[in-house]
Nanobody, 124 residues
Framework: QVQLVESGGGLVQAGGSLRLSCAAS????????MGWFRQAPGKEREFVAA????????YYKDSVKGRSTISRDNAKNTVYLQMNSLKPEDTAVYYC?????????????????WGQGTQVTVSS
């Protein structure tokens, strides 16, 4: 049982940066892989990044790889998504999610718990 709350979204210019945070409640946070997904208006929710239980393995959507970094601090029960060189096509509601699959997963069906989302808007 995990409760997730995202924060850190906002309005930025193209080329700017944001650091999203996801605070989790629950004593077994370190037993969950964590993922970030996003959903733009009229589009399906899509995978962005995932991090394993230990934090030793990370995975990214091709379009964000190289300019985004997912990390976690199990002592603080928090997962982060640092996004640099933001583009208008990154505009979406970003959700964090928790999975009992060791490395997370690429599908929403791999995740049992979800936050409420935080809006990211990138202007040109």
């Amino acid at each position: 049982q995990v409760q997730l709350v995202e924060s850190g979204g906002g309005l930025v210019q193209a080329g700017g940066s944001l650091r999203l945070s996801c605070a989790a409640s629950g004593r077994t946070f370190s037993s969950y892989a964590m993922g970030w997904f996003r959903q733009a208006p009229g589009k399906e929710r899509e995978f962005v990044a995932a991090i394993s239980w230990s934090g030793g393995r990370t995975y990214y959507k091709d379009s964000v790889k190289g300019r985004s970094t997912i990390s976690r601090d199990n002592a603080k029960n928090t997962v982060y998504l640092q996004m640099n060189s933001l583009k208008p096509e990154d505009t979406a509601v970003y959700y964090c999610a928790a999975s009992r699959v060791y490395n997370g997963g690429y599908s929403i069906s791999d995740y049992a718990y979800w936050g409420q989302g935080t809006q990211v808007t990138v202007s040109s």
